[in-house]
């Protein structure tokens, strides 16, 4: 499963955190991961498929992200309202391969709050590169899910370092 063992408190305190974004009139927007069939995928992701997926040949990739899959969706409690965006990610950061980082300096952002499934791999790696990118992103950690327990602990303390971390 892509969310973690707590889903539901999860899905609660990513709701908070959306409903106060709103309410202060900040603007929201939604990414997604999704992927390629394996015969489309290029070296890096394959590479990369096939060790999130433990295996040892290419041909034994699956694919993990179909676009039109239920586990790929927006879950319907969390829902864009209005004219929120969604976008579409391959790789781990919201901010390659996406117009997202055109859309936030169109719309003056220079303070980002992320929140979502996963930490060590696509909030993490979103939160590094919008701090390359010159924004000020916010991990906010009870809103965060994780799948690794150990690989969430050694990306929070890394972004905790850096000052992108926030309980």
């Known amino acids: 499963a892509a969310l973690p063992i707590y889903r539901d408190g999860l899905i609660g305190r990513i709701r908070s955190v ?7 009139g900040a603007p929201v927007l939604y990414v997604r991961h999704t992927s390629v069939p ?4 290029g070296v890096a992701a394959l590479r ?3 060790a999130r997926q433990k295996v040892a040949r290419p041909e034994e990739i699956r694919q993990e992200f179909p676009p ?20 579409d990610k391959l790789g781990r950061s919201a901010l390659i391969g996406t117009p997202v980082e055109s859309v936030l300096h169109d719309w003056g952002i ?23 990118a010159g924004f000020l992103p916010l991990v906010v950690r009870d809103a965060c899910g994780m799948r690794d327990a150990c690989a969430a602990r050694c990306a929070e303390s890394g972004l905790e370092y850096t000052g992108m971390c926030y309980r």
């Open 18 to 24: 959306l409903g106060a974004a709103r309410t202060a």
């Open 38 to 41: 394996p015969e489309r995928m």
């Open 68 to 87: 039109e899959a239920a586990h790929t969706q927006i879950v319907p409690e969390l829902a864009p309202v209005a004219d929120e965006p969604v976008f």
């Open 110 to 132: 220079t303070t980002v709050a992320l929140v979502g499934a996963v930490l060590e791999t696509g909030i993490e790696a979103t939160a590094r590169h919008a701090a390359d």
């Open 48 to 50: 990369t498929a096939m």
